[in-house]
């Protein structure tokens, strides 16, 4: 039986809280559906560049993990972003500010 999600706007308010309690400056840039919208996270580096991570269902394991979708100039990162909520008004977008591009993304707890 499949893993019953979380309501994304309750996902988002706890990765800000456990974000806020690392220390890691984090916003919402774009909101986007409560219940069931997409997530993206923009590591901003502080340095003019940026990573993007994003979820995708991986059947071998049956889950959704994170991972890097791409890195590199920080306006080619909002550019990807651009297009992204052109043709998804549902997506979610936080930013990260963090020179070590620590996302807490891959720690226990943020399925």
């Not at 890691?24 to 580096?45: F, H, N, Q, R, S």
């Not at 991986?58 to 306006?75: A, I, K, L, N, Y």
């Not at 909520?85 to 020179?99: K, M, Q, Y």
């Amino acid at each position: 039986m499949p893993e019953p999600r979380l309501a994304t706007g309750i996902w988002v308010s706890a990765y800000l809280a456990r974000l806020g309690l690392a220390n890691i400056p984090a916003y919402v840039t774009a909101k986007g559906d409560d219940t069931a919208g997409t997530v993206l996270v923009k590591c901003a580096m502080l340095d003019g560049t940026a990573a993007l991570y994003g979820r995708e269902w991986d059947f071998d394991t049956d889950s959704r993990p994170w991972h890097e979708m791409v890195q590199g100039d920080e306006r080619q990162i909002d550019q990807a972003i651009a297009r992204q909520r052109g043709f998804d008004p549902d997506l979610w977008v936080i930013e990260i500010e963090s020179r070590d591009g620590r996302t807490l993304l891959d720690e226990p707890g943020l399925a």
